[in-house]
């Protein structure tokens, strides 16, 4: 502390000094500026004397009475300015000082042309032709002597500049050396311990896997890190001074950006700050998410700050999704084989019985109605073994695409029928590939159930469905359309990502989000959605085997 007040001391020192120094220069140059403005005048002066003597005498000679009056008039009027300045010791010996007396010779001559004038004598004639040569001598000597002394008189003042100027370096070095230069290591220090301080807590919360977004006190945001501008698609620059709630928070925070801190920082005390709770978030695109967020309050009033730490939970509740889901077919499965192992003995018993009594029976129609029953059990008979087969778990292999969809197609079957929807297949694809068959039937399943719940939502009388099965060079296309309408999310490709699902029924299947996992973690393909006039088309592309 004694140390910033001494070279607070010299610092005030050396500014005053400097401004001396300053103001040194500034008098000198003025003196400089006003001395030379005088020599320019005496000079003009004299020689426009010069001037005027030698007209005095032409004018004379040839009787120009009127330009002589003017003349005359004029070199008077000078004569009589030039009295007036004043005079260095020098130059008064030439004007007022013996021999010379130059301002007596020029009043006398002046006396002697106003003579001539009102005369015209020749005696005043001569005097003024005799004369005339000897003032403008002393004219021009009176010009040297003003030339030689305003050289002189800015050479001194130049000389005091110099030594102004030399003063003013040396004040400034010593300033450097005594005083700049330890404030400066004093600031460096400083500065490079708060750049420190920074860079660590910079790294710190730009390393964090979490968004830490600060918030002044008019709950307006003041750092948004790395992880902020990844989780909301926003950039730093188009959050810094933005607000908070409203904008990347649900708008039920709305009334606390309305009514302020004070409001927010009750909240937070009654509910617990650093609680971390559950909510919603929303992004540059509009999506809103699932976020937990927690709350911190550094300093008062003016200087308070809010750091929120904010957590993009997206995954861990796409996860609770899968798990259930996967759960759901666990359960299905065993709940299928229950039931298979259940039902099986019991219609292998009826189909027997109906054999029997078919064989027993001499009615021929009575016959074709049992042949009808057996036919019904054995249908029973081969769907269990379907479902069953479908949720069985299995092991990745070679297989044509084409299985798979008819492994979906015989779980949708009956329901196609009941809902009157037409199925068109167009298959030119003998090509094989590698994965999970059950699981790309599971895929296609979820597409064909999302067009039969559009149906059955909608009542439609009528719907087709179109699934086409194209080799190419590297990959295969399989493709499913509709012609029920179409998609309506915005863009189109959104319905892809999790929790954008606006099913109004629950499903056994599997979500789209989950189907693009499993056709680009599974099969290394890709999965679109797109309208056409008519309805939707799904096209799903999958990779040759290498």
Not at 343 to 357: D, E, K, T, V
Not at 406 to 431: N, P, Q
């Amino acid at each position: 502390m004694l140390k910033t007040s001494n070279l607070t001391k010299q610092y005030i020192l050396a500014l005053v000094i400097t401004a001396i120094l300053s103001s040194f220069a500034y008098f000198n140059l003025n003196h400089l500026s006003s001395s030379q403005t005088n020599y320019e005048k005496m000079i003009n002066i004299i020689s426009k004397q010069k001037i005027l003597v030698q007209k005095i005498a032409f004018y004379s000679i040839y009787y120009k009475i009127n330009k002589l009056k003017n003349a005359i008039n004029l070199i008077e009027k000078y004569n009589k300015e030039m009295s007036e300045f004043s005079m260095s010791d020098e130059i008064k010996k030439i004007y007022l000082n013996k021999p010379i007396l130059l301002n007596k010779k020029i009043k006398r001559y002046i006396i002697f042309a106003k003579h001539f004038r009102s005369t015209r004598d020749g005696k005043s004639l001569d005097y003024l032709l005799n004369h005339s040569s000897i003032l403008l001598k002393y004219l021009n000597k009176s010009i040297f002597m003003h030339l030689s002394e305003a050289s002189k008189n800015t050479q001194k003042i130049q000389n005091v500049e110099l030594y102004i100027f030399i003063l003013t370096l040396l004040t400034l070095f010593f300033e450097a050396i005594f005083i700049f230069k330890p404030a400066n290591d004093k600031i460096k220090k400083n500065i490079k311990e708060l750049t420190k301080q920074k860079d660590y807590s910079n790294t710190v919360i730009e390393s964090s896997k979490n968004a830490i977004i600060t918030l002044d006190k008019n709950l307006k945001i003041k750092t948004f890190n790395k992880r902020a501008e990844y989780i909301f698609g926003y950039t730093k620059q188009e959050m810094i001074n933005k607000p908070f709630f409203g904008k990347i928070v649900p708008r039920q925070f709305k009334i606390i950006q309305e009514e302020g801190i004070y409001k927010f920082l009750k909240e937070l005390e009654k509910d617990d700050a650093s609680e971390t709770k559950e909510n919603e978030g929303i992004n540059k695109q509009g999506h809103i998410f699932p976020i937990r967020i927690s709350f911190a309050v550094s300093g008062k009033d003016n200087s308070t700050i809010i750091i929120a730490n904010i957590e993009d939970i997206s995954k861990e509740k796409l996860n609770d999704q899968i798990l259930q889901e996967q759960a759901k077919f666990v359960a299905l499965g065993e709940m299928i084989s229950v039931i298979a192992h259940q039902w099986r003995q019991p219609l292998a018993q009826l189909n027997f019985n109906c054999m029997y009594i078919r064989k027993k029976l001499a009615d021929n129609k009575l016959s074709e109605d049992i042949i009808k029953n057996e036919e019904i059990i054995e249908f029973m008979s081969e769907t269990i073994t379907n479902f069953e087969n479908f949720y069985k778990k299995t092991d990745d292999s070679t297989f044509k695409p084409i299985l798979a969809i008819d492994t979906a197609m015989k779980i949708v079957e009956s329901t196609l029928k009941i809902y009157k929807i037409k199925l068109v297949k167009e298959i030119s694809s003998d090509t094989k590939i590698f994965g999970n068959l059950n699981i790309l039937a599971q895929v296609i399943l979820s597409i064909l159930q999302n067009i039969i719940d559009i149906v059955k939502l909608n009542n439609l009388s009528e719907a087709h469905i179109y699934i086409k099965l194209k080799d190419f060079k590297d990959f295969i296309i399989l493709s499913i359309s509709d012609d029920v309408g179409g998609i309506k999310i915005k863009p189109i490709q959104d319905i892809f990502k999790p929790f954008k699902s606006k099913k109004r029924v629950s499903s056994t299947g599997i979500g789209l989000y989950m189907s693009k996992l499993i056709i680009e973690k599974k099969f290394n393909g890709t999965i679109s959605a797109d309208n056409t006039k008519t309805g939707a088309i799904f096209t799903i592309t999958l990779p040759h085997i290498k």
